[in-house]
């Protein structure tokens, strides 16, 4: 059997240098001397997939069949075959094992032996086929588990609903038998899969529905029987460590779980309706990594502007948009920037959705008083260079936040407007002087969220002429290819995957100044930024427009959500 290196450099065009550079590398770090040459750029994945091939005999599959059967589920758990990338595949017209690193050969044999497999053929496909492959025969185990969960329901279990679940138990390990915690389980890990930031129970005359927000929109779960109702809802008011016995006031709680390799917080909120009580969950997964400024789908000029603007040692910086919108994430992504040994950086927040390090965060608890205003009362006692407040909710924070800029401090802070110049006029409308507004404010961003278009299915389409006139679009549109998502299994056919912000960044000039002292009128303002001869501002439309010219959303994306 020749050499891996061997085979390298006589089938694949690589130069001995490159061979020679990458051993030097396997010596001072270990690692696979292919893995190294693909992340030197020396050569791609699948040449790489193609002389492993060749060294071990094993045949290469570029692709894997979408009718598998998903028998093996409750046989080998799901992070075993995503950490070693293996996939066993049963058709009707055959059976193998597929695999992308020859290397997890052990891993390979004691798979085999749990499937009963022994001696089964094996071959080589690229990562990502297997990745997908073991997430959809998951997924599709878990759809038909949530069935079969839900006719095992029945009337009389009152005592399953007392069994205490682990409070951080990883959910795809709890093998309760009690159907309703199986199937609080599966709506909760089915729910994590698909990347869901809400979960809602929506009991109305003879159903109850469940929904998940992915994306921004909204998809049906499940639509169980009526009877399962009572059982479903106690279970996740027993989890939030709610009341279950208080039907007819609002409740709020909390409950962490791990799924996998995530810790999730979620927040549970009930709501007394005619036909029973709603519960609506939210998702913050932990582990999520913070995105940078340059993640956010920000321009690059507004980018700069932002740079800039962070980096003032005094007043005030608004975010404003709906609930939803990614203004958390976008402070929070200034603040890494700003995150230096030599800064003293104290939010006050409700509820802390990222941990940081270096950053001590305040959560505000209205049953004890510490609320907006209290906490930041007692954070500008305590010798801070930087200042986030979660939310500007009434006349005492606005005060506060304004006093806190005025006297040397950096303040970030949320508001609810829609759109940048708004902010001003809600400000004023709250009792805030527009002296201290002028004076105190440095720039106000308005933001919103719009689904990209999924990468694996994205094509190019001319739309109807008349329908850009409909819209009123300019002549660049008329001559442009636009692209839409023409639905496969990576975005559950929805033909967009993931999220990016449209962003309007008013930065306030002398004359935006001077024109807050005179009117509070958003449309004035607005008018003056737009006009602006420095740093003309962008609408969030203008915005979202240039990136559907850059072919990252669509015309329909950018219109529903301005």
Not at 36 to 44: A, C, R
Not at 479 to 494: F, I, K, M, S, V
Not at 528 to 535: F, G, K, L, S, V
Request: glycine share 6%.
């Amino acid at each position: 059997m020749k050499p891996l290196g061997q085979i390298l450099l006589e089938s694949f065009n690589i130069e001995e240098e490159d061979i020679s550079h990458a051993l030097q590398i396997q010596t001072e770090q270990g690692g696979l001397l292919g893995n190294i040459l693909v992340q030197e750029k020396k050569i791609t994945e699948l040449e790489l997939l193609h002389a492993l091939s060749l060294h071990s005999g094993l045949e290469l599959r570029k692709s894997l069949p979408t009718d598998t059967n998903p028998f093996f589920t409750n046989k080998v758990s799901i992070g075993f075959l995503k950490k070693f990338k293996m996939m066993p595949i049963a058709t009707p017209s055959e059976s193998f094992i597929a695999l992308a690193d020859p290397a997890y050969f052990q891993q390979l044999d004691d798979l085999q032996r749990s499937l009963h497999w022994e001696g089964i053929k094996t071959v080589l496909t690229p990562e990502e086929e297997i990745l997908i492959a073991v997430n959809t025969a998951y997924d599709r185990s878990s759809q038909g588990a949530a069935d079969q969960v839900l006719q095992d329901i029945d009337e009389d279990d009152p005592e399953a609903l007392l069994s205490e679940i682990e409070e951080t138990a990883d959910l795809l390990d709890d093998t309760s038998d009690a159907p309703v915690i199986k199937l609080v389980n599966l709506i909760l890990s089915q729910a994590v899969r698909d990347g869901a930031s809400d979960i809602h129970v929506e009991p109305y005359k003879d159903r109850v529905k469940i929904r998940k927000r992915v994306d921004g929109i909204l998809y049906d779960m499940l639509t169980p029987q009526k009877h399962v109702q009572a059982k479903l809802i106690s279970r996740i008011k027993i989890m939030g460590k709610m009341d279950i016995a208080e039907k007819r006031l609002p409740q709020d709680g909390r409950i962490e779980i791990r799924i996998a390799d995530k810790n999730i917080d979620l927040r549970v909120s009930s709501l007394p309706t005619a036909f029973g009580e709603r519960i609506v969950m939210r998702l913050l997964d932990k582990s999520n990594v913070l995105l940078s400024l340059e993640q956010l789908g920000m321009s690059s000029r507004d980018l700069d502007l932002l740079m800039k603007l962070i980096k003032v040692p005094h007043g005030i910086i608004l975010v404003t948009g709906p609930t939803g919108s990614g203004k958390t994430t976008s402070l929070y992504s200034a603040l890494s920037v700003l995150n230096q040994p030599d800064v003293n950086i104290i939010t006050v927040e409700d509820p802390i959705e990222y941990q940081i390090n270096g950053i001590s965060q305040v959560q505000v608890n209205a049953k004890i008083d510490l609320t907006f205003a209290n906490g930041l009362r007692t954070i500008v006692r305590q010798d801070p260079d930087i200042i986030l407040v979660g939310e500007i909710r009434d006349i005492e924070t606005a005060n506060m936040a304004i006093q806190a800029a005025l006297t040397g401090h950096l303040v970030f802070s949320t508001l609810h407007t829609n759109d940048a110049a708004s902010a001003v006029t809600r400000l004023i409308d709250m009792g805030v002087e527009p002296f201290l507004v002028s004076s105190s404010v440095n720039a106000i961003m308005a933001q919103r969220l719009v689904r990209k278009i999924c990468p694996h299915c994205r094509e190019a389409y001319t739309p109807a002429p008349e329908y850009l006139e409909q819209l009123a679009l300019p002549q660049e549109f008329h001559d442009a290819n636009l692209y839409l998502g023409r639905g496969c299994e990576e975005c559950l056919y929805t033909g967009y995957h993931g999220r990016l912000g449209i962003y309007e960044l008013m930065v306030l000039s002398e004359q935006i100044r001077s024109t807050i002292l005179t009117t509070s009128d958003a449309g004035q303002i607005k008018r003056e930024a737009m006009a602006d001869p420095e740093n003309p501002m962008l609408t969030l439309r203008m915005d979202g427009l240039q990136k559907v010219l850059d072919g990252v959303t669509t015309l329909e994306e950018v219109f529903r959500v301005t």
